[in-house]
């Protein structure tokens, strides 16, 4: 969800605004998302490097979350959506994480869509416990047994990455991206609506995915 803050100076807002759009878009592209089939839909909230921004920055976006956990639990179950994290939430404030906790619990049994939320996430962070787990468990160190110990085990590999504002990975699921298409837009996240949406399925639909292989 990159481009909050640019939205916000753009417009002579203070950055939060930017971040108070971008969760509502948010709730709109993860809908337009499952209207349109597609069964997991994973974003970037808080990333393991994020924890470097000003203090009141972090506490904004993190009072903005809860928010959005307690406020979206009602459609999420209305709509069979289960919610999933990937992250490590335990430095995150008790207030926070019991929404999100709740939320978890209260979702857990949906079966139709996932909205999967990466807070306090590395692609990296995410490798090292699942190394870090699957030494505990004495097990050999297979691509599926790997896959197995990530925080998105029970989830399958995504098809298509859409990254606003900028072209780099940041740190997003290093692991599971190895065969993901990946969409460049310049429109910031807060801008980025169906109709944005839209034009990256198209082109998503355009490409041919041999992975590695010939046809
Ligand atoms: C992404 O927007 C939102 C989060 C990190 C939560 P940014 O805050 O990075 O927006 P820019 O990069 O300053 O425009
Ligand atoms: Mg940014």
């Known amino acids: 969800m990159d481009g909050n803050g640019r939205w916000a100076e753009k417009r002579l807002l203070p950055r939060s605004a930017g971040h108070e759009v971008g969760i509502r878009t948010l709730r709109k592209v993860a809908d337009k998302c499952f209207e349109r089939g597609i069964g997991v839909v994973s974003i970037y909230a808080f990333s393991t490097e994020n924890w470097k921004r000003p203090k009141d920055e972090v506490d904004k976006l993190f009072g903005l979350l809860k928010r959005f956990f ?106 599971q991206c190895a065969y993901t298409e990946i969409y460049f837009t310049d429109t910031p996240w807060p801008s980025f609506g169906e109709k944005a949406l839209a034009k990256a399925l198209e082109e998503y639909a355009a490409r041919t995915r041999k992975f590695g292989a010939l046809s």
């Not at 939320?103 to 490798?127: D, F, M, P, Q, W």
């Open 70 to 175: 307690i406020k979206e639990l009602k459609h999420m179950k209305q709509n069979g959506i289960r919610l999933a994290v990937m992250g490590d939430l335990s430095a995150f404030p008790a207030d926070v994480r019991e929404a999100v906790e709740n939320a978890l619990r209260e979702t857990a049994h949906n079966t139709k869509y996932v909205l999967n939320i990466g807070l306090s996430y590395g692609g990296r962070a995410e490798l090292v416990r699942a190394v870090q787990r699957l030494t505990a468990a004495g097990e050999a160190p297979t691509e599926a047994a790997i896959s197995k110990y990530l925080d998105t085990a029970a989830l399958p590999d995504p098809d298509l990455l859409v990254r606003t504002c900028e072209k780099r990975l940041s740190n997003f699921m290093l692991w």
